[in-house]
């Protein structure tokens, strides 16, 4: 099969003030457009090309680099715009709000620890929120465009929220202010889609 762009699921200036129609626009258009382009030509004439990405992702140490880079820059991005809007729930509720505090204690901690794991990764990657195979929560970090889905994280698990932390999604408005781009998210994260993903996770039981 070949990957193609997914629309937004807004518009490129649906996210403003938060996230500026510049940066949706090329980040969308140009940064994942390529994650797309350059997985279909790394698995042209493969095996790889009659899976399921997500079961590419969990056994991609089995694949080229290109694979993984690109496979995992497509599977991120479309994760990313789904689990944003511009008119977001703003908190959790139910189960997921349940276990937030039982493992944080607070949705404070649980937001400073993303931000955390944010911040310290160094150069490029991305901050989740996962559930791990025994259905517990955990917050990790990934490098470049790995996620918690791949066999060669160090934190394995189905991720239920991430932020993108490489500079082109955030530097034309916040230059180089991470931190500021990380509170910024939490304005546009819609926690109903959290939620949603959290079951789907669980019934996973991965
Ligand atoms: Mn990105």
């Not at 940066?23 to 004439?45: C, E, F, P, S, W």
């Not at 349940?98 to 944010?118: R, W």
């Not at 239920?160 to 999604?169: K, R, T």
């Not at 180089?176 to 939490?186: G, I, P, S």
Request: aromatic share 12%.
């Amino acid at each position: 099969m070949s990957y193609t762009l997914p629309e937004l699921p807004y518009a490129y200036d649906a996210l403003e003030p938060h996230f500026d129609t510049t940066t949706m626009t090329i980040h969308h258009q140009r940064h994942h457009q390529a994650y797309v382009d350059n997985l279909n030509k790394a698995i042209a004439g493969t095996d790889a090309e009659s899976k399921e990405l997500e079961d590419i992702l969990k056994e991609v140490s089995k694949y080229a680099p290109a694979v993984r880079n690109n496979g995992g820059g497509h599977y991120n991005h479309s994760f990313f715009w789904k689990i944003l809007s511009a008119t977001p729930k703003t908190a959790p509720t139910g189960k997921l709000a349940e276990e937030i505090n039982t493992h944080f204690g607070s949705l404070d901690e649980l937001k400073a620890q993303v931000k955390q794991a944010g911040l310290g990764q160094f150069g490029s990657g991305w901050a989740w929120l996962l559930v791990k195979s025994d259905g517990s929560l955990a917050v990790a970090a990934t490098p470049n465009q790995d996620n918690p889905l791949m066999d060669t994280s160090a934190n394995q698990g189905c991720p239920i929220l991430g932020v993108d932390v490489w500079e082109h999604a955030y530097y034309l408005k916040y230059q180089n202010k991470r931190a500021d781009y990380l509170d910024a998210f939490w304005s546009v994260l819609d926690w109903a889609v959290v939620e949603k993903n959290y079951e789907q996770a669980l019934s996973k039981g991965k």
